[in-house]
């Protein structure tokens, strides 16, 4: 069965600096991933997605994340964070073999100091 | 965008209630619609797919007779918690996909917040 693991539970952090979320996941065959972002509040709005091609994504608000196959990995990257990216960003997966049903890795949760 | 709503985006009830959710796709039709479960600090738990036309299938631990699923037309399905309890308090989202695309991108509601009393 695919799952999906985010290293860090709670990040703090200053306006301007870099970020990078971690996201693993366990599935040895194609899946497709995806950044959700829940600000304070609000309902899970979509950051970017990868299926296929250039492993690099760009996403909205100046995220990007990185596929890497052999790492299994799928982080997330925004290179000057806002007080605004205070959120709680999950990392997720679908595969064909689950039915293409989403499976959640637990969270993050950023703080972003202003 | 697409967009889903839910009704009511929160609701009290006492114990042995019965309570039901909405969750629309208010510009795109959905085939497919999706219930999940999600505790305060925690992740999204997938409880069950709601297939237009058809029996919803429920997740491993779901208790079917419980979390009753209607997914009735290609624009709604509700949810209903049957004979609610304290522990059944949570927040409820819902997501769909457009039956259109062929892409696996899940559009999510606002969610509905139940508290049991």
């Known amino acids: 069965a695919q799952s999906v693991s985010q290293h860090n539970h709670h990040v703090i952090l200053s306006e301007a600096a870099s970020l990078e979320l971690g996201c693993n996941y366990s599935y040895g065959g194609t899946v497709n991933l995806f950044w959700y972002v829940q600000y304070p509040g609000q309902h899970l709005q979509l950051l970017l997605k990868?299926?296929?091609?250039?492993?690099l994504v760009k996403g909205i608000k100046g995220f990007e994340a990185e596929f890497i196959k052999s790492k299994f990995s799928f982080n997330l990257r925004k290179p000057s964070v806002q007080w605004s990216d205070t959120a709680e960003y999950f990392c997720?997966?679908?595969?064909?073999?689950?039915?293409?049903?989403?499976?959640f890795g637990g969270g993050t949760r950023v703080l972003v100091k202003p | 965008g697409a967009v889903v709503s839910q009704h009511p985006s929160w609701v009290i009830c006492k114990s042995g209630t019965s309570v039901k959710i909405e969750c629309r796709s208010l510009d795109f039709q959905a085939t497919t619609m999706f219930w999940y479960r999600q505790f305060p600090k925690q992740s999204l738990m997938l409880m069950a797919t709601?297939?237009?036309?058809?029996?919803?299938?429920?997740e491993q631990g779901v208790e079917k007779d419980k979390f009753l699923i209607n997914h009735a037309s290609l624009t709604l399905s509700t949810l209903t918690v049957t004979s609610a309890h304290p522990e059944d308090s949570s927040f409820y989202i819902c997501s769909a996909r457009d039956s259109l695309v062929t892409d696996n991108e899940q559009f999510f509601g606002p969610g509905t917040r139940l508290t049991v009393l």
């Open positions: 997720a997966v679908t595969t064909k073999a689950a039915g293409n049903k989403l499976t």
């Open positions: 990868y299926f296929s091609g250039d492993p």
């Open positions: 709601s297939n237009e036309g058809s029996k919803a299938t429920y």
